[in-house]
């Protein structure tokens, strides 16, 4: 069974970049999709980016520009780096494996509240 | 993009009882359309997917259906364990484009 565990730092200085990582246990890391995903506060989800175990990345759209997804296979790992972070920024978030069976998400990693503060 | 509107935005009910949430799709996305649960504090957890595909480990009490831009997820009979939000997602466009809805909260009455 597949879990994802995530870390990095939960609160960024206004202009900063936001670095998070996500460890793949169990399953097939090569197999699937890896997504980053976040909730600001009061706020519907959404979708950051995604990569795949050869490095192929998607990214949203009004994100892109400040958006880097990263891999490495050797340690089942995928990391998400935000430039340029403001309090909109703010937020819960999430890494994600979206099936390749079926396009949705599963499992979640635990969530990291990132607060953009000086 | 393609904008997911749920409705309630909250709902209240009993245990035992039987609810339904909807979804809908500013355009027809077929049966790309999944539900998730988060309870206080979790992440998201998938309940279904193909719209009504009930996710392995789900209990049978929740079932979902529609196709095109109209979506329901119910629960047949609500355990205390289903007060949470419910968020439906659709994945008919490209990875750049899914979106998800505002979310339904389901609180005890």
């Known amino acids: 069974q597949v879990q994802l565990q995530q870390w990095g730092a939960g609160l960024v200085k206004p202009s900063e970049t936001l670095s998070l990582t996500c460890a793949v246990y169990g399953g097939s890391f090569r197999a699937d999709y890896w997504s980053w995903i976040r909730q600001p506060p009061g706020k519907r989800l959404e979708w950051i980016g995604e990569?795949?175990?050869?490095?192929?990345?998607k990214y949203n759209p009004s994100l892109k520009s400040r958006v880097t997804i990263s891999v490495d296979t050797s340690k089942n790992h995928f990391s998400l780096n935000l430039t340029s972070m403001t309090a909109a920024d703010t937020a819960v978030y999430y890494c994600?494996?979206?099936?390749?069976?079926?396009?949705?998400?599963?499992?979640w990693g635990q969530g990291t509240l990132v607060t953009v503060s000086s | 993009d393609i904008q997911m509107t749920q409705s309630p935005s909250s709902l209240s009910a009993s245990v035992g009882d039987r609810v339904t949430i909807t979804c809908r799709a500013s355009q027809r996305i077929s049966n790309y359309l999944n539900w998730y649960q988060q309870k206080p504090g979790r992440a998201p957890t998938l309940l279904i997917y193909?719209?009504?595909s009930l996710q392995s480990g789900v209990p049978s009490r929740f079932s979902g259906s529609g196709s095109g831009t109209e979506f329901t997820l119910t629960i047949s009979s609500l355990q205390p364990e289903d007060f949470a939000t419910y968020y439906c997602q659709q994945s008919y466009s490209s990875p750049q484009e899914y979106t998800f809805g505002h979310g339904t909260k389901l609180e005890i009455k």
């Open positions: 994600a494996r979206e099936r390749t069976q079926w396009p949705s998400f599963d499992p």
């Open positions: 193909a719209a009504s």
């Open positions: 990569i795949s175990q050869n490095g192929s990345t």
